[in-house]
């Protein structure tokens, strides 16, 4: 049989970060001897599936042949696999640059944060998989796509785990530094990660942020291993700018996110003055959100 995939997100401008979900229906049908393609103009195939996971991307289903199975958050976000796809180790074939392992140890979060769909998508936070089962131990790299790590019963076990096996670790979609104690801040300190993610999208937890970068550091983590994501643009009365300064002056990365609503488009701003302060982190980001924020009142 002849399985034809469709990766909707990608496009000739960006790296496509791999799909996952298209890696685990892979895995599954080369098990079972089908041949597997992805994103090729093939004719006479037998099924065909298609992921969206940003719902900007969703248009792309209309060039997409009769009979497909759509899937991914950006479509709907109550798809799931079926069990025996989801409990799977991915096909990381399917991507042929991709030196890593990735998966979820857990799914949803105890907050309900409005700008995100992880609430909606996923519930309450549940344990969902062994590093073992998504762990390719070809890799030595593994990026845990959790949405909030540190909200699973025990994640001092898992980290305790990424210690032993001295894999390098990426907690892609930021640790809640809400939850970061000294029992916690031991573990992340022995960790082995280029970059500790967290985020900072509400002043109202400033002075947890103050207390954890300190809390850190006296665990040896120097400042500059740290990153922050910074939402800005979901508010009219956004504080964007305010905490990208307290991060300025912990000295740590910034990394700003422009909010970006279901259609893909951020909100109308104007330009107003930002003060003068060093900002460490990726440069495109800052000199968007330089640009940018700020324009929210008219």
């Known amino acids: ?21 298209l890696m685990k229906i892979s895995a599954y049908h080369k098990a ?12 006479g195939y037998d ?56 998966g979820f140890t857990s799914r949803g979060c105890i907050r309900r944060c409005p700008w995100c769909v992880v609430p909606a998508k996923e519930g309450q936070i549940k344990p969902w998989a062994s590093i073992d089962e998504f762990w390719d131990r070809c890799h030595r790299k593994i990026k845990l796509l959790d ?3 540190l909200a699973q019963p025990v994640p001092h076990t898992i980290l305790s785990r990424l210690i032993d096996e001295q894999v390098e670790v990426d907690f892609n979609q930021g640790l809640d530094i809400r939850l970061v104690d000294e029992r916690i801040a031991f573990y992340l300190s022995r960790v082995k990660a280029k970059k500790l993610r967290f985020s900072f999208d509400d ?16 665990n040896g983590v120097r400042s500059r291993k740290l990153l922050f994501y910074v939402l800005y643009g979901f508010r009219p009365d956004d504080q964007a700018v305010e905490r990208m300064n ?17 259609d893909g488009k951020e909100p109308q701003r104007q330009v107003i003055y930002h003060g003068d302060i060093l900002w460490h982190g990726p440069c ?3 000199l968007k959100f330089l640009r940018l924020m700020g324009r929210l009142h008219k």
């Open 1 to 21: 049989m002849k399985v034809l995939l469709f990766d909707l997100d990608i496009n000739r401008r960006h790296r496509p970060f791999p799909n996952l979900a």
């Open 32 to 43: 079972r001897g089908d041949e597997v393609f992805l994103n090729a103009p093939l004719f």
């Open 47 to 102: 099924r065909a599936y298609a992921s969206c996971v940003f719902s900007w991307h969703k248009k792309r289903v209309q060039g997409l042949p009769q009979g497909v199975d759509l899937g991914g958050p950006g479509l709907n976000l109550k798809s799931e696999l079926p069990a025996e796809i989801e409990h799977i180790m991915p096909d990381y074939s399917l991507y042929p640059a991709v030196d890593f392992s990735m």
């Open 147 to 149: 949405n909030n790590f």
């Open 203 to 218: 002043i109202a937890y400033e002075k947890e942020v103050r207390e954890v970068v300190k809390l850190l550091q006296v």
């Open 246 to 262: 307290i991060l300025g002056e912990l000295n740590v990365d910034v990394y700003p996110m422009g909010y970006r609503g279901p």
């Open 284 to 286: 495109r980001n800052k």
